[in-house]
């Protein structure tokens, strides 16, 4: 899992449409209409993914959106695999801030926890599929979290009726050499 800030951004003028022999022309100018954060979950060998914008990203959201991903998304799962990087909001903790201990607990025992590496966040395969989205789905401006929240659900309709896997080759013996100075000298 991860998540991306974005900014919701209006036209100060309206574009002049592309015609024949001539590109779409669009105003360097706008209007900012804050922030919000984009979740994006990945299930790389299914080739599931879930995205989602909330207005803020601070623990109680990324504990929300956990409890989805629990509860919604994979109810039966006995443990599901969490791969993610170390950001101050991803930790059991943010489960205990939002939800009542017993609540916490149980959601936090179905949970198995990998943070990438520090500057390793091309081995988060999540974080590549949000450099995916931003290219397929957010190459333009959207001004508020309604609309951004209607073009995700219809990228990640499609992209999990296309069903593409992440074939990921990066292999343990790989990574001792791409990553030797975490590893001890023996």
């Not at 590496?117 to 333009?140: M, Y």
Request: aromatic share 8%; glycine share 4%; with cysteine.
């Amino acid at each position: 899992m991860d998540e991306k800030p974005y900014q919701l951004l209006a036209h100060v003028r309206d574009p002049i449409p592309a015609g024949p022999g001539r590109d779409l022309k669009e105003d360097s100018e706008y209007v900012r209409h804050g922030t919000c954060s984009i979740f994006c979950w990945v299930e790389p060998l299914a080739g599931w993914r879930r995205v989602d914008a909330q207005p803020r990203r601070t623990k109680i959201d990324w504990a929300r959106q956990v409890k989805e991903l629990l509860c919604v998304d994979y109810p039966d799962a006995e443990t599901v695999v969490l791969v993610m990087d170390n950001l101050n909001t991803h930790g059991i903790g943010s489960l205990y801030e939002a939800f009542e201990p017993a609540e916490a607990f149980a959601l936090a025992q179905r949970l198995e926890i990998h943070h990438t590496p520090k500057h390793g966040s091309w081995l988060n395969v999540a974080e590549i599929e949000l450099s995916v989205l931003t290219r397929q789905c957010l190459d333009r401006r959207i001004e508020d979290l309604e609309t951004l929240g209607a073009e995700l659900a219809a990228w990640q309709r499609q992209t999990n009726a296309d069903q593409r896997q992440v074939q990921w080759h990066f292999t343990t013996d790989d990574a001792r050499i791409k990553l030797r100075h975490l590893y001890p000298n023996t």
